[in-house]
């Protein structure tokens, strides 16, 4: 079973930063991916950004280019998600989540798609 623990959320004031992380393991399969998402108050969850984590390749909602940047250290088993220049709106709870590449390369930004979810991170950003 895929374990998922995402961290590094917080509250931080518009223009800062913050790096999120996901704690990976329990992989059945050999080449997965790692996305994540967002769900602010009253809103549907939406996609951020993935990646492959056999291949590094990533994808990002166009909305996030820029400001967001995903990566992963395979060594720790571990996907970022460094955030910079926030503002108010990316106040959300940030998952993350994982599947089979197979499962999700058509859309990888669609969180229909995705089976296995962590609990979530709170980001707040004051302005």
């Known amino acids: 079973q895929v374990h998922l623990v995402e961290s590094g959320g917080g509250s931080v004031q518009a223009g800062g930063s913050l790096r999120l992380s996901c704690l990976a393991s329990?992989?059945?399969?050999?080449?997965?991916?790692v996305g994540w998402f967002r769900q602010a108050p009253g809103k549907e969850r939406e996609g951020v950004a993935a990646?492959?984590?056999?291949?590094?390749?990533?994808d990002y909602v166009d909305s996030m280019k820029g400001r967001f940047t995903i990566s992963q250290d395979s060594d720790k088993n571990t996907v970022y998600l460094q955030i910079d220049s926030l503002v108010s709106e990316d106040t959300a709870v940030y998952y993350c989540?994982?599947?089979?590449?197979?499962?999700?390369?058509?859309?990888?930004?669609?969180?229909?798609?995705?089976?296995?979810w962590g609990q979530g991170t709170q980001v707040t950003v004051s302005s």
């Open positions: 989540a994982a599947d089979s590449l197979v499962v999700v390369e058509t859309e990888p930004l669609d969180p229909g798609l995705w089976h296995f």
């Open positions: 329990g992989f059945t399969t050999s080449r997965n991916c």
């Open positions: 990646i492959s984590t056999s291949t590094g390749s990533a």
